[in-house]
């Protein structure tokens, strides 16, 4: 796997994930900042560390096992992990744009 | 598990506490307790008591279930509590209402239903502080509107341990005299306690966490923040300390609670200049209706504790006008509009969390519709600001036309939150994704799907 396959496996998963929007914002994970990494390892490996606008939500655990349940549906990928995390912790300013 | 998740009961209490402020407001349409009688009669503590703890305490109950993991980020300790407490509140209630109605004459039931129902009362109350207590203990040093709870939580205790010991009075189980002087002269306080230190502090606390969350404005403690904590807990620890002063049969309580009541007002104004802040450095470039709805709410607040602060609305003069103020225009009026998102985004978790990420869904926003709950709100608080005239101008008629109109609004939000339980508001498209769980209308969903 080279890195312009790497690349280009990172960007199908972004868009992807774009199908997933929280709840309350209404708005889709990916613009909001709320990934914040996304990273593609040989044999299809992708490592997520994403982040929730709220320390604590209730919505954590869902928004969670939906971007581990989209990144494995992504051609390519063999082995997905997700890490919540909360440093940094989000700030609105992290939006693409105004939400 | 980084830590909340949705509280089981949460909707319960939210349901029978909805049940109770319609029971509340129909026995004042029906002309049940003040006006109609005096305010320390018998049938007025029923009404006062189904409304502070049927609607006020269950739905703050319910919602520090849910919220005051949201606060530390940490799961709740003793969940498994949550039901008995509320199965022990509800019984105590019962017991206590049926104790007052005793009192009244009007039906022939034993007096001991008094002290049984306060203590039932204490249990659960004391036992659903444990556990937020206990929730609480675990994430020390704690965030600033968990602190704000803590010192409620606190309040509660000691209202329910006041209300306890009158009991025993009233209903002559106990003939001492320091509860004799505490019935005498101690309602003030017990009254304090509840509505300001348990009801009104927590509430203070929890919203500058909810409304930072759903403004998308900056979490950070401000100073002001801080000393509205300081301000509300110093007040509250004033009235505590009113409870010997009370029972010593010495001077001073009237000073005491001036003094408190000052205190109360310096929070106000100062946590008015934090939302005003807060909605000022908002990202999200309109308000939703909760919150729009609060804003009512908070100015009630502060007209209502402004005139608490006249010398001669204390000691009576409206002061019943001013406390209906405080009761359906601050803690009612917030109570119904936070609750029009809450039980919106905790439906939204139960129904479409478990198919996020793998069908199109609804956004939480897509479960009410705000054009008739605008028009509701608007009746809401207009007819509370009638019923509070009307009562300033001893004009009962004009009241109770006022509370119908009230209970009208009632009911229809009422009915907007079970559309939204029901999810009848949701676009067809994506009302039902495969997957999708259909929650109960307010028993947890666990009770039907083992």
Not at chain 1, 40 to 58: D, H, K, Q
Not at chain 2, 44 to 63: D, Y
Not at chain 2, 262 to 270: E, G, N, P
Not at chain 2, 374 to 403: C, H, I, M, P, Q
Request: glycine share 10%; proline share 5%; charged share 15%.
């Amino acid at each position: 796997m080279d890195e312009d396959e790497k690349a280009a496996l990172t960007e199908a998963i972004r868009n992807a994930l774009r199908m997933i929007i929280d709840p309350e914002i209404g708005r889709n994970i990916v613009d909001l900042g709320l990934i914040y990494e996304i990273a593609v390892e040989e044999g299809g490996i992708a490592r997520i560390a994403m982040t929730t606008t709220t320390r604590g939500c209730p919505a954590s655990d869902y928004l969670k096992d939906a971007v581990s349940n989209c990144v494995w549906y992504v051609p390519g990928v063999e082995y997905a992990e997700v890490r919540l995390t909360y440093e940094p912790p989000w700030t609105p300013e992290m939006m693409a744009v105004e939400g | 598990m980084q830590g909340a998740t949705l509280s089981r009961w949460t909707m319960s209490y939210f349901a029978l506490a909805c049940l109770m402020l319609v029971a509340g407001q129909g026995l004042m349409l029906a002309g049940y307790g003040y006006p109609a009688v005096a305010v320390s009669a018998p049938e007025t503590l029923v009404l006062v008591h189904i409304l502070a703890i049927g609607w006020l305490s269950l739905l703050m109950a319910g919602a520090l279930l849910q919220f005051v993991p949201v606060l530390i980020a940490r799961p709740l300790v003793g969940g498994r509590f949550a039901a008995p407490a509320l199965l022990l509140i509800v019984a105590g209630l019962g017991a206590l209402v049926g104790g007052f109605v005793a009192l009244s004459g009007a039906i022939d039931l034993p007096l001991a239903l008094l002290p049984l129902g306060g203590g039932l009362l204490l249990a659960g109350f004391v036992l659903l502080a444990a556990v937020l207590a206990a929730t609480l203990l675990a994430a020390r040093p704690l965030p600033l509107p968990a602190r704000f709870v803590a010192v409620g939580l606190s309040a509660l205790v000691g209202a329910a341990l006041v209300g306890f010991a009158f009991t025993l009075a009233l209903s002559g189980t106990s003939d001492n005299l320091l509860l004799v002087r505490l019935v005498a002269d101690g309602v003030d306080l017990h009254a304090a306690l509840g509505l300001g230190g348990w009801l009104s502090v927590t509430a203070l606390g929890v919203s500058y966490r909810l409304l930072a969350m759903f403004l998308l404005a900056p979490e950070a403690e401000r100073p002001t923040s801080r000393i509205v904590w300081w301000a509300a807990s110093l007040a509250i620890g004033l009235v505590a300390a009113c409870i010997p002063v009370v029972l010593l049969a010495a001077s001073g309580v009237t000073a005491l609670f001036a003094a408190a009541f000052l205190l109360t007002l310096a929070a106000v104004l100062l946590y008015g200049g934090d939302v005003v802040h807060l909605y000022r450095s908002r990202k999200r470039k309109q308000a939703e209706l909760n919150i729009r709805a609060t804003f009512a709410a908070f100015g009630a607040l502060l007209l209502s504790v402004a005139l608490l602060n006249l010398p001669g609305v204390r000691a009576g003069e409206g002061l019943a006008a001013v406390v209906y103020l405080f009761v359906f225009g601050w803690l009612t009026g917030l109570g119904l509009a936070q609750l029009y998102k809450i039980v919106a985004f905790l439906t939204w978790l139960e129904a479409y969390g478990p198919v996020l990420g793998r069908a199109p869904v609804p956004r939480v926003q897509d479960l009410v519709d705000e054009g008739r709950g605008r028009v509701l709100f608007w009746f809401y608080y207009g007819a509370v600001a009638a019923a509070t005239l009307a009562l300033f101008a001893e004009a009962s008629g004009v009241f109770r036309a006022a509370v119908l109109v009230q209970l009208a609004a009632t009911l229809g939000l009422i009915g907007e939150l079970i559309r939204a339980r029901r999810l009848c508001i949701v676009p067809k498209a994506l009302r039902a994704p495969v997957g999708m769980v259909r929650p109960h209308l307010f028993l947890p969903t666990f009770v039907s799907r083992r």
